[in-house]
């Protein structure tokens, strides 16, 4: 460990889209002379390879194994394996480390004098007051959402069965209809005094009286919600840090994503080669979705209707799933589109993809890594929220924005086929008018993460803030 450098603690949250961002981040704390201890449990351990192989001097790992749970099958320690609705269980079993990590903490030479964990484990909080040491949240998606969840909490009994909420006080003051409020918000509210919800809402209540708030946006994006979060929600520090997969670890490394088998990967890469330049919209809905059989078929028959060439992720379900037909590939759909589209139906290094010269376009759930994903390589997102809190990302893009076109909502939503494929077909022509927004917005993430930027003064700043942290009594 080198010595004389503050000591943090990291905890990520075991979903892609939550893990890579935070890895991201500590691979610049690490950078900025801070040493970390990463908690990981044994599964996830090789997510981690990348990064300790960039640090093998300030990064070690604590590796507890995970505790079950009734609502997991044993062996599943990560979100992948279990989809969406694995998260409230992960966030509950994980919590049965708060006394593990005590005891690591107090057994240390040299302990933590900080704890960075995801905002999905907010209840880290009271942990950290117990060894009485600030905790710090990582908001691995946007302020805007944040703040929106963090409304619904304060007010719950205001908001609770509305059929619309209007969310007044907020910059261009957004309404939403119940449905589209973030998934786990709903959970909550149908869930009667379900004890895991309860404790999954108070560590989101925990993650605002955090000492602060680490978000992977930037002010270009989000900063009003930056602004709104410390004045009116009342989040002490909060620091803008994104893109980070910009500044992030396969940066570093140029590494192939390991999730991918290169053989797939240069498939499509090999694939994209023979494409003419911006001629191709790629189709993902992210890590955990499969569509099913209504929605698999209105999308194929609007990305026949399209004649645009597209590449198409197509996430397979379990065997009970392909039984009921989720995730199937209409008959006959590969052979009526070869040579225009390529359906894939493994793991695709969708950042390569996004920013290969071929793709134009991106047909995306608006996870909120995809959308950064999406801006950072500058291709138009035709929008199709699903759940969780991509109506919200949606609403940033393409109403307060005017850089994304929606074209589709609901996680049970089915796309009209024909209106899909004219509305493709219109806007991956390049001078789609949203198009000048798209360049605006990615040259302002360019200039956000390098020197003199907002993201970059904003790393500065937590580092610098870290670094002052020896002697924290609760402040
Ligand atoms: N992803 C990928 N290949 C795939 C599917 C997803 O690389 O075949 C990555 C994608 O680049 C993004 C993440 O998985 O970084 C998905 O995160 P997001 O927040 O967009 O959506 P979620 O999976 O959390 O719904």
């Known amino acids: 460990m080198s010595k004389g450098q503050p ?76 989809g969406n609705h694995g998260h409230i269980p992960i966030i509950n079993a994980l919590s049965n480390l708060q006394e593990h990590i005590i005891q690591w ?20 909080l009271r942990l950290a007051h117990r060894i009485n040491i600030p905790r710090i949240s990582f908001f691995s998606s946007g302020a805007f959402s944040c703040s929106l969840l963090q409304y619904c909490w304060n007010n719950l009994n205001d908001v609770r069965g509305l059929p619309v909420v209007c969310f007044e006080d907020f910059p261009n003051s957004p309404s939403f209809k119940e449905q589209h409020l973030p998934t786990i918000f709903r959970r909550y509210v149908m869930g009667g005094n379900d004890p895991e919800l309860q404790m999954v809402k108070d560590g989101m209540i925990a993650n605002i009286e955090s000492w602060g708030g680490i978000f992977n946006s930037f002010d270009e994006l989000d900063g009003q919600y930056f602004d709104y979060l410390r004045t009116t929600i009342g989040l002490r520090r909060v620091y803008g840090v994104g893109p980070l997969s910009l500044i992030g670890v ?31 919209l790629y189709v993902c809905f992210g890590s ?5 059989r209504k929605q698999m078929e209105a999308l194929a028959s609007g990305l026949e209707q399209s004649k645009t060439k597209f590449v198409w992720v197509v996430k397979t379900g379990t065997d009970q799933e392909v039984e009921n037909g989720y995730g199937v590939v209409p008959d006959g759909f590969e052979e009526k589109v070869a040579g225009r589209g390529l359906v894939v139906k493994k793991w695709a290094p969708q950042v390569q993809i996004l920013n290969h010269r071929a793709v134009s376009g991106f047909l995306s759930h608006c996870g909120w890594n995809s959308t950064l994903e999406g801006i950072v390589a500058g291709v138009l997102i035709l929008a199709w929220p699903m759940e969780a809190e991509q109506f919200v990302n949606v609403r940033l893009l393409v109403e307060d924005l005017g850089m994304a076109v929606k074209v589709c909502e609901g996680g049970d939503g089915v796309p009209d086929s024909a209106e899909l494929g004219k509305v493709i077909a219109e806007t991956m022509s390049l001078d789609a008018p949203q198009r000048l927004k798209v360049k605006e917005v990615r040259d302002k993430a360019f200039a956000a993460v390098n020197e003199g930027g907002s993201s970059c003064t904003g790393l500065d700043q937590l580092v610098r803030e870290l670094h002052q942290l020896k002697n924290y009594n609760k402040q």
């Open 288 to 292: 955990q979705k499969v569509l099913s």
């Open 250 to 280: 396969s940066e570093s490394s140029k590494r192939v994503d390991p999730n991918i088998d290169s053989g797939s990967g240069s498939e499509i890469l090999g694939w994209l080669d023979g494409c003419s330049d911006g001629s191709v």
């Open 7 to 82: 000591h943090i603690l990291v905890f990520p949250f075991p979903a892609q889209g939550h893990l890579l961002p935070l890895l991201d981040l500590t691979h610049q704390l690490s950078l900025r002379n801070l040493t970390i201890t990463i908690l990981v449990t044994p599964k996830n351990l090789s997510s981690l390879n990348q990064l300790l192989s960039l640090h093998p001097n300030n990064i070690q790992t604590l590796i507890l194994p995970f505790p079950p749970h009734p609502n997991l099958p044993p062996g599943v320690e990560n979100a992948r394996d279990v």
């Open 105 to 124: 903490f107090h057994s240390h030479p040299n302990p933590p004098i900080a704890i960075v964990s995801d905002f999905f484990l907010g209840w880290t």
